[in-house]
Nanobody, 115 residues
Framework: QVQLVESGGGLVQPGGSLRLSCAAS????????MGWYRQTPGKGRELVVDITGGGITNYADSVKCRFTISRDVAKRTVYLQRHSLNPEDTAVYYCAGDRRGLRYWGKGTLVTVSS
């Protein structure tokens, strides 16, 4: 069974940085696309950034120049490096992967940006 496990969430002060990790149970190249989404109370899940198997990235306008997606094939892990965090970035962050017509989700990791 395909599994995606996020880690790295927590409390960070405004202006700070934090890196999230998403460890996959399968090689990340088995996914057509992998990405990060986030959700706040009362809002739907929104795309933060995704990356295709070929390395093409797609960032939400709200995070461009602040967030960077990367991957380590050997570790089967996709990362989300975030800088200049602000309270509006507070959310549960989810990792997702599309594979053979199905979308798989991790359970999410909570990030709180607060002083």
């Amino acid at each position: 069974q395909v599994q995606l496990v996020e880690s790295g969430g927590g409390l960070v002060q405004p202006g700070g940085s934090l890196r999230l990790s998403c460890a996959a149970s399968e090689t990340i190249f088995s996914f057509n696309v992998m990405g990060w989404y986030r959700q706040t109370p009362g809002k739907g899940r929104e795309l933060v950034v995704d990356i295709t198997g070929g390395g093409i990235t797609n960032y939400a306008d709200s995070v461009k120049c602040r967030f960077t997606i990367s991957r380590d094939v050997a570790k089967r892990t996709v990362y989300l490096q975030r800088h200049s965090l602000n309270p509006e970035d507070t959310a549960v962050y989810y990792c997702a992967g599309d594979r053979r017509g199905l979308r798989y989700w991790g359970k999410g990791t909570l990030v709180t940006v607060s002083s």
